[in-house]
């Protein structure tokens, strides 16, 4: 699991994954990704989940926080990427209404 804090403090961002058997020479990576306000009352929270044809091994992964939000990149076999990424917003910002 990788857990980490956004520069400021303000978000965290969790991934789990693991990698299951899928066949002989091949493997299933199955993600979790969460980007939460670290805050105690009302957070905003967004989330989803990734399967990746993989080939083997721990499942890979890196996080780079930008200005707005976080670039998450999930890595399936021979090391073809899946980019995401998640902007920054506020329990606030999700309630209001759109214009």
Do not use: H
Not at 15 to 40: D, M, Q, R
């Amino acid at each position: 699991m990788f857990r980490e804090f956004s520069p400021d403090g303000k978000y965290e961002l969790v991934i789990e994954g693991k990698t299951a058997p899928n066949g002989l020479y091949s493997a299933v990576s199955f993600f979790k990704v969460k980007l939460c306000e670290n805050k105690a009352e009302n957070p905003y929270i967004v989330w989803f989940r990734a399967q990746i044809s993989d080939e083997g091994g721990p499942p890979k992964y890196e996080a780079e926080w930008m200005e707005d939000g976080v670039r998450i990149n999930l890595y399936g076999r021979r090391l073809v990427s899946y980019e995401y990424i998640l902007p920054f917003k506020t329990a606030e910002d999700a309630e209001r209404p759109r214009q």
